[in-house]
């Protein structure tokens, strides 16, 4: 692991989903909204204990091209439906994934210290967005969750054409964001997107490591978003 120059640095690359914008506390909010609708035999805290990790291993899928946009929305829900011994017929199931992407930007649930860290940086830094989360979808929750102001860009994978951890997601951020490499930092969730994606691409990065678990490999890691402010 090589030193970070933080002193050089002057453009923050920010992920969304599970690192500023809390995705699974919003989605718990809502699947209640949807599934009021419903007389399902389960309650939300069982299907999201199903939901989370089938979500997580399909999203990893559609990274790297190797499921669709469609595929994702379906199956994640689909597969938790059927652990669940709930055999719904698709269009029901395209129903609800439907009404989920309508109804999760409408909550703005986000990390503790979202906020106070923003206010903190957007004097000394020039913050941005790269994610890899549906174009429509994430404008809302950045305009919902009233952040949308801290960034000076937003990089999303819909526009770029392509996902992290693909290099040219972070060569489009940066060329949006007017950055060199040397003076970029990217921070996110994902070892494999975030931090993996953009060493190989020559930036420094850091691993927000909200659910503090076991790393192999030497990166820099922060368990809480204020601890941002002790390095930059």
């Known amino acids: 692991m090589k030193n ?21 506390k919003n989605s718990a909010v809502a699947f209640d909204v949807i599934f009021n609708e419903y007389n ?3 309650t939300t805290d069982q299907f999201l204990e199903q939901y989370i990790p089938r979500n997580q291993y399909y999203w990893k899928l559609y990274q790297v091209d190797k499921i669709s946009q469609q595929e994702l929305r379906f199956k994640r829900l689909n597969d938790v439906f059927e652990i669940l011994n709930v055999i719904l017929p698709k269009a029901v199931v395209d129903t609800i994934s439907d009404q989920y992407i309508e ?17 903190y940086l957007k004097p000394k830094y020039n913050l941005h967005i790269v994610t890899n989360g549906f174009h429509i979808v994430q404008d809302k929750k950045l305009e919902n969750s009233k952040i949308k102001h801290y960034f000076t860009s937003i990089t999303n994978s819909e526009l770029a054409g392509v996902k992290k951890p693909h290099p040219n ?21 994902s070892l494999e997107a975030d931090v993996d994606g953009a060493l190989e691409y020559g930036i420094d990065a850091i691993f927000f490591n909200e659910q503090k678990i076991q790393v192999d490999k030497k990166v820099f890691q922060i368990n809480h978003l204020l601890e941002l402010k002790n390095m930059l």
């Open 4 to 24: 970070i120059d933080f002193k050089q640095k002057k453009h923050l690359f920010f992920d969304l989903d599970h690192t500023l914008w809390d995705f699974d």
């Open 169 to 189: 997601i972070f060569d489009y951020a940066l060329s949006l964001a007017k950055a060199s490499k040397a003076e970029s930092i990217m921070i996110g969730d």
């Open 40 to 42: 399902f035999p389960f």
């Open 103 to 119: 109804f999760l930007p409408n909550n703005n649930h986000l990390f503790e210290g979202t906020i106070e860290l923003l206010e």
